[in-house]
Structure formats: C-alpha cells, structure tokens
C-alpha cells in the first residue's frame, strides 16, 4: 500500500483551540469564553497586562491592574459570552465591579451578572478588543477644580471628591467621605464619614464623626477620556408628549409641560435644552453626547420611564459653556463635563452623579447615588407634592389679593 500517495488525496484542517459547532466554549488561564456560534475554527488567545486605556470616570481598576486583550482567528456568529476569575483581594467592593469593553473610542459595560461567591464575573459582546473588571468609585460628586456646597444640602449617600476645594455650607449633613486638597466646613455641619484632606478648616459646633487623615495625593481622580462622536443637522422642538429613536441631531428643546421619551441608545446632538416643568424620560440604557451645551429650567424631571432607580442614563458634554439646572428639579443621570461649571439650583433632587470642573449646588438639595429606591422616591414624592401644594397656595392667595384690590 501506497502510504505516500494516501497522505497525499487527504487534506489535513488544523482547527486550534476553537471548533466549529454551537455553544462551543474555550477556556484559557482564569477566562472563559463561549461562542453561540463557531463556523470557522481557529485559535482564541488572552493577553493580559498592568498597562491600558484609562478607567472612565467614576471607576478604578484592581490592585494590581489587570487588562485582558481577546482576540480569536475563528469564525464565529455573534453573541460571545465572557467570564473572567477575579481576585478579591484585588478590589474594595466586589459588589461594585464592572466587566467593561472599549469599543468605539469609549468604555461600554457589558457586564450581565457577578457571582461573588465564586468571583467570577461574565459579560455579553459581539467583537473582541481590550476588555476590564473596574471597580466603582462611590462618589456622588467629583470636581476638577471645586465644590462649593450651600446651606441646608443633605447627601444621604456618595463620596464628595475635589482635586481643588471643597466648601461645605452651614447645617449640611453628609453621610458619606469627604476627599480634598483643602476642606472647609461651615457651622452646624455633620460629616459621618472620613475626611482625607491636605488642609482642614472646620467651623463650631460641625463635626467630623470618621477618620480624619493628611496628607492625601493629588490628583485624588482624574477624567477618563471624552467619547469621539458625530453630530447631524436635524433640529427638534418637542411640542407635544412624543417618543424618538436614537440618531445624530444638531438641537434637542423640550417645550414646557411636554414629556419627550427617549428608546435605548446613544443620542449625538449639539445642544439640548429642557424647558420649565418639560419631562425627560427614557428606557435605559440611554446615552447622551452632547458637543455644546445642556440648559435645565427649573421644575424639570428626567427619569426613568418606568420608575426603577437605575444608573441607564448618562450625559457626557464636550463643551466648556456653564450647564445651568433649574431650581425644584427631579433628576436621575450621570452627567460627564469635564470641561464645565455645573450649577445646581436650589431645591433639587437629585440621583446619580455628577463630574465637572467645577460643582456648586444650592440650598434646601438633596443628593444620592446609591440605588435607595423606596427612600429617593419618596423623597421625590414628598418633594412634588410640597411644591404643588406650595404653587396652589400663591395662585390662591394672589387671587385673594387681586379680589381684595378690585373690592
């Protein structure tokens, strides 16, 4: 027999770590990876290094950082699903991790569940490129610059962060760490939390009940990159109550008293403007580039359309104009300006976070970022419900002067 000539009719396929079939799932060090579907075999490798791009704002890598590069010469139809071991150690809060993916010049959570049981934590994605496990910093406000706080403000959770000044006004009760290069409190002020500063300046009868501690480096945090995107030409003035699907726009106005929901995607758009008592509301996740500038009147809500307290909508702005936001105003977002000066009015409730150049928030506000669902929304409730009471008064009362003067 002719071994020769039978090796040489038969064609011999070296298909890797990666075969064709469904469900097919590859494992490599501490990852798995998992294909729905795999047409083409081939090889699935994972780099892992110290070194990448920036965590974005509001999230740190572990101790040790660690970054993973995919990547497969497969052939493959799309979900891939990802689940990375972690070390606990590594990290502060294991609850807090996040599996992100950098994809479009900005990182994207994908994550889908965390056992940390077991410290695993798996994501969904349909390419491969750099992927992290980030942690998130709790923090409710973050400046470059400054937070200048006024009197009467509660922060019932989330870290207060300035690289510059931090100033607490009078009967300001925060519940959380103050982290600055200089702290000022003014009188009757309560910090139950820790305070890591570089100077401390703190009026009579306020108190820190944490940890006090100096010095702290600077930067304490610094901003992640701002996303690469591209706007369109369109212009919408919202008349009436109406849903939008996502897309490039040059202008976005709400006009007063009308609701404008927004489906889940990313809206690139020059400015936005939300006109008094007008309602922003969206099925998350929701993302906003804005290249100009946001204008808030007061009264103003942006919510979750269904009413869950959750972090789907976040707001990044590329400009330096100041972003004013109305007094009396409900809202729940993350908002991103690295470049701005945000000022919140007075009487707002407010969910979320907020990172910008420089923060200052009126009196009488209320502050969160933690997922206080029955607490913040009655909050919220409480709130309308005083204001509404509060507007039916004055009508009734400037009616009774009126009719007083006519008499």
Known sequence: MDFALILGKTDIEVIGNTQPGTNVKVAIGGTEITFAEV?????????????????????????????????????????????????????????????????????????????????????????????AIFEIIPFVLFAGEEIMIEKNVQILNGDLISNGRLKIGKNTVVNSNLFADKIVIDKNSLIKGDALFNELNVA??????????????????????????????????????????????????????????????????????????????????????????????????????????????????????????????????????PNSQVNLGERITFRGQVSAKEIKIGKNSIFSRVEDEKRFLTLSFLKSAFSNLFANFLKFFRATLLSSFRW
């Not at 970054?67 to 294991?94: H, K, L, R």
């Not at 993302?287 to 919510?303: D, G, L, M, W």
């Open 204 to 337: 009579k009868n306020s108190i820190i009940l944490g940890v006090t501690s100096t010095p702290i480096s600077l930067p304490i945090m610094e901003f992640s990159l701002t996303p690469i995107f591209e706007t369109g030409d369109q212009d919408l003035v919202i008349k009436q109550n109406q849903t939008i699907n996502p897309g490039r726009f040059d202008k976005i106005e709400v006009n007063e008293d009308v609701t404008l929901t927004l489906n889940r995607g990313t809206y690139n758009l020059n400015r936005l403007k939300l006109n008094k008592r007008s309602k922003l509301l969206f099925f998350g996740p929701v993302i906003i580039n804005i290249q100009k500038e946001i204008e808030i009147k007061k009264e103003a809500i942006i919510f979750p359309s269904d009413q869950i307290i959750t972090q789907n909508l976040i707001i990044n702005i590329q400009g330096d104009k100041n972003i004013d936001i109305g007094e009396n105003s409900s809202l729940n977002f993350l908002l991103f300006a």
């Open 39 to 131: 047409f083409a075999g081939g090889e699935t490798t994972v780099a892992t290094s110290s070194t990448g791009t920036a965590p974005p704002s509001g999230f740190k890598l572990g101790n040790p950082p660690t970054y993973y590069d995919i990547s497969t010469t497969a052939g493959f139809t799309p979900p891939v699903e990802i689940c990375i071991n972690y070390n606990e150690t590594q990290f502060n809060q294991e609850k807090n991790l996040k599996l992100q993916q950098f994809k479009g010049g900005q990182w994207v959570n994908i994550t889908i569940s965390l056992d940390v049981i077991n410290n695993v934590v798996c994501g969904k994605t349909d390419t491969f490129s750099e992927f």
